[in-house]
Nanobody, 121 residues
Framework: QVQLVESGGGLVQAGGSLRLSCAAS????????MAWFRQAPGKEREFVAA????????NYADSVKGRFTISRDNAKNTVYLQMNSLKPEDTAVYYC??????????????WGQGTQVTVSS
């Protein structure tokens, strides 16, 4: 079992930056691919970014490429999402997810409770 706790959300103006963190406990974090998803009001949850177990591989949704960066620190059991040049359409609840696999892709096995990100225009 893996427990995931997100933090770092908040209210920011368009063009600003936020860094989300996801602290993991339980199963060996360093063996898990990790990802961030988001869900805006009235919309389905969507993929944002993913990272492989060792950080060598990353993947991003087209809507965030060049603005968001996913990274991880296996010594701290934490994955991050640096979000720059934020837009109002980035407003959503952001969820951290973990996978019982070294590589991302497909479904994820564990989910956090989410952290709210609100971008004002």
């Amino acid at each position: 079992q893996v427990q995931l706790v997100e933090s770092g959300g908040g209210l920011v103006q368009a063009g600003g930056s936020l860094r989300l963190s996801c602290a993991a406990s339980g199963r060996t974090f360093s063996n898990s691919a990790m990802a961030w998803f988001r869900q805006a009001p009235g919309k389905e949850r969507e993929f944002v970014a993913a990272i492989s177990w060792n950080g060598d591989g990353t993947n991003y949704a087209d809507s965030v490429k060049g603005r968001f960066t996913i990274s991880r620190d296996n010594a701290k059991n934490t994955v991050y999402l640096q979000m720059n040049s934020l837009k109002p359409e980035d407003t959503a609840v952001y969820y951290c997810a973990a996978k019982n696999s070294l590589w991302f892709g497909g479904s994820y096995d564990y989910w956090g409770q989410g952290t709210q990100v609100t971008v004002s225009s």
